[in-house]
């Protein structure tokens, strides 16, 4: 997904979605969430372990947590990825309840989870170059949770518009490289001033 924001590259969301695939047919606990270290057909163990604890590497569920939260802000609800996600917190409930430090990399799920992540869709009119000057102002922004899009008019955004559904409707206005950014279904006014887009993205919603 990480490649998929800095290319553009389709290619690199489809194989996020294809390795999820695979997690969620031989990897995944669907009676009481989370996921096994070792898959259905690898060879017979006494106990099926399932990482929950993140040392100088995050466990594979911190991971998978967060990745079905961001798969799910891509793509939309249809392939239940919110849900699986969702199991998967519920899972490491207690640990994340009472030593939340042992799951450091998961809290970082769970705040992506009760955040606003904003979507961003910054579109272009003829090349992903005339995106730059966006692109620059997001890059000295901490913003961790969120998804961005960069598209340009035409064939690529038709392409990525079949697993984006967000980047669909949106237009490079007069020509111009316009950014979008809306969290939870409610979007700032399309801006084609990177400054404007600076402050829209800046915006901190309270948690409640």
Request: net charge negative.
């Amino acid at each position: 997904m990480d490649l998929f924001e800095v290319s553009g590259d389709t290619r690199w969301l489809r194989e996020a979605i294809g390795l999820d695939d695979v997690l969620q047919k031989h990897y995944e606990d669907t009676e009481k969430g989370g996921f096994f270290l070792t898959s259905d057909d690898h060879q017979k163990l006494l106990a099926r372990e399932k990482p929950g604890y993140d040392g100088a590497e995050p466990s594979g569920n911190s991971v998978e947590a967060l990745n079905l939260l961001r798969l799910d802000a891509f793509t939309g609800a249809n392939r239940s990825y919110a849900r699986r996600a969702e199991q998967t917190l519920a899972a490491f409930r207690r640990t994340l309840t009472e030593n939340p430090s042992a799951l450091s990399e998961m809290l970082a799920a769970l705040d992506f989870r009760y955040d606003s992540p904003k979507e961003i869709v910054i579109v272009a009119h003829l090349s992903r170059e005339q995106a730059e000057p966006f692109l620059e102002r997001l890059r000295t922004t901490y913003l961790p949770n969120r998804t961005v899009a960069v598209v340009t008019e035409g064939e690529d955004q038709a392409a990525q518009g079949q697993l984006v559904p967000t980047v669909r409707s949106k237009i490079a206005r007069e020509g111009k490289t316009t950014a979008y950014v809306c969290a939870k279904k409610t979007c700032e006014l399309p801006t084609t001033d990177p400054d404007v887009f600076a402050r829209q993205i800046r915006k901190v919603q309270p948690l409640r």
